[in-house]
């Protein structure tokens, strides 16, 4: 029988208070000086201390192989954080794996984010020696499953029929503002929102 692999993947983020200074020193590619670091913290306490990121993708991973059944294995894997996406694919290989689909887990997609997490794991799989074929899944934010589910949780939220929606996005750099995100962001609101 034939196994295919999904990889969910995304920047993940440190899973403990101690584990912040390296989860930046690996996004950012450098230390972060002391009083910086101290400001991030702070934030990161606000919200428990860490980032819940991981085991949301995690949940996610079992979550979908639990859907798709039989001849899948779904694992989270992170850009920045453990498991990381090679340790990963390892383990997909290492379990028979004959089929391989790496999907981003955000639906937008924009270079400095998405396209480096894909660009990652893209060099993780080439540097595995692993033959397998792969199909790379990215900007999947005009999926039709997509708006519905969208769609039918505003009123599951138990807002009024009649009330208006904000549908926000994280800021950009000013030289990315030409990339498609706020597009896809728009789109996707114009769509849900009907």
């Known amino acids: 029988m034939s196994t295919t692999g999904v990889l969910l993947f995304t920047t993940g983020g440190p899973r403990t208070r101690e584990e912040i200074p390296g989860f930046l020193r690996r996004y950012l590619g450098r230390e972060v000086p002391p009083p910086a670091l101290g400001a991030i913290v702070e934030r990161y306490d606000l919200i428990g201390g860490f980032s819940p990121l991981n085991e949301i993708?995690?949940?996610?991973?079992a979550a979908l192989e639990s859907r798709l059944g039989a001849g899948f294995l779904c694992r989270a894997g992170f850009r920045h954080s453990e498991p990381s996406m090679a340790v990963q694919l390892d383990g997909l290989r290492s379990a028979g794996v004959d089929r391989l689909v790496l999907l981003a887990a955000s639906p937008f997609f924009t270079s400095v984010t998405t396209g480096d997490q894909l660009a990652h794991a893209r060099r993780a799989l080439?540097?595995?020696?692993?033959?397998?074929?792969?199909?790379?899944v990215h900007s999947w934010?005009?999926?039709?499953?997509?708006l519905a589910a969208w769609a039918a949780k505003?009123?599951?939220?138990g807002a009024a029929p009649d009330a208006g929606y904000v549908f926000a996005a994280h800021s950009l750099p000013q030289r990315l503002a030409g990339e498609a995100y706020a597009g896809q962001?728009?789109?996707a609101g114009d769509v849900i929102g009907r």
């Open 126 to 136: 080439e540097e595995s020696g692993w033959g397998v074929d792969a199909l790379y």
């Open 154 to 157: 505003i009123p599951e939220a």
């Open 185 to 187: 962001i728009e789109a």
């Open 141 to 146: 934010c005009s999926e039709p499953l997509f």
């Open 57 to 61: 993708t995690e949940r996610q991973a």
